[in-house]
C-alpha cells in the first residue's frame, strides 16, 4: 500500500485559495489519487480523483506531477464551510482497501 | 437512491453485551467496508468484502466479525464489548476506481460508546 504523507493541519482565511500537497513517494502504477473532505459527525466525502496532470471540477483541482510523487488539492476561494478534515488516498480499491491516514484538518478563519 | 445505510445510528452497550452493526447498499457495489473511526484520528480500516461470500481482515480486526452472505448487505458484529471499542462506525461500499467510478460512498456512521 502507498503510504502517504500530507500536513496534520492548516489555516486560512475566507476567499484565499488553499492548496494542500499529499507525499506519496511509492505509489504504483495502477494506483489512483483520491481526496475526500470530511465534516464532524459525517462520513467523508469524495472530493476529487486523478491519475496524472491536472483535473478540475466544480469544487476543487487536483494536481499531479510527471512522476506522480506527489500530489496538491487546490480550494479555490474558500469559504467558513470547507472547515473540514481532508485526505489523501492513493490506490485501487479494484486489488484492496484503501489506508485512511490522519488527514490534514483545515481551519477557515472569517 | 438511498446509498450506504447504516443502522443504529447511536448506541450504548454495557461491557461484554454483544451486537451487530448493520449495514446496506443499493448500488451493487462489489466492495464493502467496515472503519472506525476514534475521536479526533482518522479511519482506521476494520474488515472488508469484496464479494458475497468474501471477507478478508483490515488493520484493527480484534473484537469483530464480519460476513457478507448478500451483495447488498455486511453486518459487523461486535462480540464482548470492551470500552477501547467506543468509536464511531463508518460502513463504505465501492467500484474499482479503474471502471471510472468516485471511489468510497460512505454512510452516515454509527456512534458506539460501550460503558
Known amino acids: 500500500l502507498a503510504k502517504t504523507t500530507q500536513p496534520i493541519s492548516m489555516d486560512s482565511y475566507e476567499g484565499q485559495e488553499v492548496n494542500i500537497t499529499c507525499s506519496h513517494n511509492?505509489?504504483?502504477?495502477?494506483?489512483?489519487i483520491t481526496w475526500y473532505q470530511q465534516f464532524p459527525s459525517q462520513g467523508p466525502r469524495f472530493i476529487i480523483q486523478g491519475y496524472k496532470t491536472k483535473v478540475t471540477n466544480e469544487v476543487a483541482s487536483l494536481f499531479i506531477p510527471a512522476d506522480r510523487k506527489s500530489s496538491t488539492l487546490s480550494l479555490p476561494r474558500v469559504s467558513l464551510s470547507d472547515t473540514a478534515v481532508y485526505y489523501c488516498?492513493?490506490?485501487?480499491?479494484?486489488?484492496?482497501?484503501?489506508?485512511f491516514g490522519s488527514g490534514t484538518r483545515l481551519q477557515v478563519q472569517p | 437512491n438511498a446509498g450506504v445505510t447504516q443502522t443504529p445510528k447511536f448506541r450504548i452497550l454495557k461491557i461484554g453485551q454483544s451486537m451487530t452493526l448493520q449495514c446496506a447498499q443499493d448500488m451493487n457495489h462489489n466492495y464493502m467496508y467496515w472503519y472506525r473511526q476514534d475521536p479526533g484520528m482518522g479511519l482506521k480500516l476494520i474488515y472488508y468484502s469484496v464479494g458475497a461470500g468474501i471477507t478478508d481482515k483490515g488493520e484493527v480486526p480484534n473484537g469483530y466479525n464480519v460476513s457478507r452472505s448478500t451483495t447488498e448487505d455486511f453486518p459487523l458484529r461486535l462480540e464482548l464489548a470492551a470500552p477501547s471499542q467506543t468509536s464511531v462506525y463508518f460502513c463504505?461500499?465501492?467500484?474499482?476506481?479503474?471502471?471510472?467510478?468516485?471511489?468510497?460512498?460512505f454512510g452516515s456512521g454509527t456512534r458506539l460508546t460501550v460503558v
Open positions: 511509492n505509489i504504483a502504477t495502477n494506483d489512483y
Open positions: 463504505a461500499s465501492s467500484t474499482p476506481f479503474s471502471q471510472g467510478t468516485y471511489g468510497y460512498t
Open positions: 488516498l492513493v490506490g485501487d480499491t479494484g486489488r484492496r482497501a484503501l489506508t
